[in-house]
């Protein structure tokens, strides 16, 4: 089965993106994308496996916060606009704000199964990932996640 520390350690040394290892099996990668005016857009992608959650297979599980929901955000195009990702979907999920208050939070995620991923495979999944939260927390939320 695929080494999923190992993979992120080896993409980020030849890619220059940034790998940390945040203990307990959870690992965050952060992604720096070049946008067209010249800048550098950072984008997080959480990773780790979930037990069991296919019918009793492992999943690797990569989840990427958009932003904190707003109900004022038009959520029909913000999900039309979703629609780019292969592997990936778009949810809100319960979560915490930077002070620890519960809140909803908009997040692009994918679980395939560990067994069946590939190393290709599993590098496609955790690009669409940060990259689709990226684009939508651009265009939907000025690029800022205020969380």
């Known amino acids: 089965m695929l080494d999923i520390r190992q993979t992120m350690l080896e993409y980020?040394?030849?890619?220059?993106?940034?790998?940390?290892?945040?203990?307990?099996?959870?690992?965050?990668?952060?992604f720096a994308f070049n946008m067209k005016d010249g800048k550098t857009r950072y984008q997080y992608v959480w990773v780790w496996i979930l037990s069991g959650r296919?019918?009793?297979?492992?999943?690797?599980?990569?989840?990427s916060r958009v932003a904190t929901f707003d109900p004022t955000v038009n959520l029909y195009n913000l999900f039309k606009d979703s629609g780019r990702g292969n592997y990936s979907s778009?949810?809100?999920?319960?979560d915490t704000d930077k002070e620890?208050?519960?809140?909803?939070?908009?997040?692009?995620?994918?679980?395939?199964?560990?067994?069946?991923l590939s190393e290709a495979e599993f590098l496609n999944v955790l690009w669409e990932v940060g990259?689709?939260?990226?684009?939508?927390?651009e265009?939907?939320?000025?690029?800022?996640?205020?969380?």
């Open 54 to 63: 296919a019918r009793g297979k492992d999943c690797v599980y990569f989840s």
């Open 131 to 137: 990259e689709n939260a990226d684009i939508l927390e």
């Open 100 to 116: 620890g208050n519960p809140c909803e939070s908009i997040v692009v995620h994918a679980s395939p199964i560990h067994e069946y």
């Open 12 to 30: 980020a040394a030849r890619s220059g993106h940034k790998f940390t290892d945040k203990g307990n099996g959870k690992y965050l990668f952060d």
């Open 90 to 94: 778009v949810t809100i999920v319960s």
């Open 139 to 147: 265009k939907y939320f000025d690029g800022i996640d205020k969380n």
